[in-house]
């Protein structure tokens, strides 16, 4: 029958495009999550260990090493060579053939394909290749007799099928060798532009650095920082979250330029040293610290190292310089201590020179009234919540050193927009959302569940996954945000993620919540179904975080 070899030929050249594809998937799957990783290969490790058996070595892949040692070993007398092909590619096109690994669902941080990441991806690749290459090769280089005896498929059906699974299995190893083989040229990579940052910084000697660090806040309070003095003179900030090295350098080689008067940094830092690399290429004349929470506690291994590498900044100030201090924290108020040749600017809610009180809030936003000395004004804004009135005191604070007065910032903070995903507030129709989904922190988190409960213009509902990278305590957090979302009688819950929320679940059954208002779902895109059902006018809709990609459960 001449239709048989083309079929069993036609089966071939289909397992091998399924295998092709899924591979290709993987790759870039895994390199998405390096990168969500920030390029760190010992994040990058954990989250593999964590992930292990739903993403790494997966049940699939184990299973279809099983089928192929059943079939060698124990039914080889039974199981032709025709039989085995038939057998083998059809169990690879039902595991391989689907690609879930996002759930269908739009990626919320897609793969960037950046210069390092193409760097990355010329060793990675060629890793990739070299199993399925050396597969084919072996498999078509054997005499291999199938429908008894008949030589009409040069191929041995095991060795492919066991080449291409093993070489999907092994590809978010890869990462590791094409990581190290990059490491020399990224090093000096970030040399050059590190440089290039410094010899511009040297050229600008009138130029006045603002540097802004903390564990919330960061990004908020350099947009107010920016759009308080940018009436006043020419300034050049970072944009979104752009704290890293690479970030800084970015801005500074492109965007910094002569007529600019001031320069507005925000430093991030995962590790303890980090701060130190940010100032290395830019010491700031001005220095803000916003906080000293317990975000990336899980690398830090304390809030003790948290608050050491936070006061970095201070300790790196220029000669003469001002550090603009939350008085209301006690580990950043203590900061104060570590010079006394720089000035120093306290503000807070309780503590300070400049003083915030009297908030309130609305579907317009937040009205609250500044004293600084003997001034004081009324300001509104379109910002949310008690912290974002604290990181609006701090860019008072710097504004303060460019002698601007307080009426004038009153009349700048009106226009000031809130960051996308911040505490972020929208009419959608005829319903309020409250989007806060970025990076939710312990503070954050309760100060979005406490501005909730005030809005009376209907049922209020929230939607969360809870926080994460809060080392051994996010069990404990999470359960008190359960408990707070209980106390604050919300109308409805949804939680995403079972597993995920079971500790949030559990603070919220401390309190008196009708557990009728509580629904528990799989994803955000059900979550959004659930409340589309449940919604009407006057509603509002907080969204509290939005997982990354590599935190899906």
């Not at 799957?29 to 992930?51: A, D, P």
């Not at 990355?120 to 050396?134: N, Y």
């Not at 005896?149 to 094409?178: R, T």
């Amino acid at each position: 029958m001449n239709w048989y070899p083309l079929f069993l030929d036609l089966l071939l050249a289909g397992f091998i495009i399924v295998m092709a594809r899924h591979t290709f998937l993987r790759g870039r799957f895994f390199l998405h999550i390096f990168q969500q990783k920030g390029y760190k290969l010992s994040e990058y490790w954990h989250w593999l260990v964590h992930h292990w058996n739903r993403r790494v070595i997966t049940v699939k892949h184990i299973l279809y090493m099983v089928v192929i040692v059943v079939m060698l070993w124990l039914m080889s007398d039974t199981v032709t060579g025709s039989a085995a092909i038939i057998i083998l590619t059809f169990f690879g096109f039902f595991w391989f053939g689907p690609f879930d690994y996002y759930r269908n669902e739009k990626q919320k941080k897609p793969l960037v394909y950046t210069s390092r990441l193409k760097r990355l991806c010329v060793p990675f690749v060629l890793f990739c290749l070299l199993l399925p290459v050396a597969t084919l090769w072996l498999a078509y280089n054997r005499d291999v007799y199938v429908a008894g005896g008949f030589s009409f498929i040069p191929v041995d059906i095991y060795i492919l099928a066991f080449g291409w699974v093993l070489a999907s299995a092994v590809v978010p190893f890869y990462i590791f060798v094409a990581a190290k083989i990059t490491a020399p040229i990224e090093k000096r990579v970030h040399q050059h532009y590190i440089n290039e940052a410094r010899k511009k910084l040297e050229r600008m000697p009138e130029l006045t650095v603002i540097a802004i660090t903390g564990s919330y806040g960061k990004t908020s309070t350099k947009f107010m920082i920016r759009d308080l003095l940018k009436e006043r003179m020419s300034v050049c900030s970072t944009p979104g979250s752009y704290n890293t090295p690479m970030g800084i350098c970015k801005v500074i080689n492109n965007d910094l330029e002569a007529h600019h008067q001031v320069l507005i940094l925000e430093m991030g830092a995962r590790y303890e040293g980090n701060i130190d690399e940010l100032c290395d290429i830019a010491e700031p004349d001005i220095a803000v610290i916003t906080n000293v929470g317990i975000a990336h506690l899980q690398t830090f291994g304390s809030q003790e190292a948290i608050a050491r590498t936070k006061s970095t900044l201070v300790q790196r100030l220029t000669e003469n310089g001002t550090a603009v201090l939350n008085a209301d924290d006690r580990r950043v108020q203590k900061m104060a201590q570590l010079r006394d040749d720089i000035k120093i600017i306290e503000t807070g809610l309780q503590n300070g020179s400049i003083i915030g009180s009297d908030i309130h809030y609305n579907p317009e936003g937040t009205h609250f009234n500044v004293r600084r000395g003997d001034e004081s004004d009324s300001f509104n804004t379109k910002l949310l919540g008690a912290h974002n009135v604290q990181n609006m005191l701090l860019a008072i604070g710097v504004a303060t050193c460019f002698n601007i007065r307080l009426k004038t910032m009153a009349i700048a903070a009106r226009d000031i927009e809130p960051i996308e995903h911040r505490l972020e507030l929208k009419k959608q129709g005829e319903i309020y959302v409250i989007n806060d989904a970025f990076n939710s922190n312990p503070t954050g988190a309760k100060n979005a569940v406490e501005i909730l409960a005030q809005f009376n213009s209907g049922r209020r509902i929230i939607i969360t996954p809870g926080m994460i990278e809060l080392g051994e305590i996010e069990d404990e957090k999470n359960r008190q945000f359960g408990h707070q979302i209980g106390q604050a009688d919300l109308d409805l819950v949804v939680l995403v993620g079972k597993a995920r929320t079971e500790a949030i679940q559990q603070g919220i059954e401390e309190t008196k919540l009708p557990k009728d208002r509580l629904k528990v779902v799989e994803s955000l895109s059900k979550a959004n179904e659930l409340v589309r059902q449940y919604a009407q006018a006057g509603d509002v809709i907080l969204y509290e975080n939005d997982l990354p990609d590599s935190f899906d459960e």
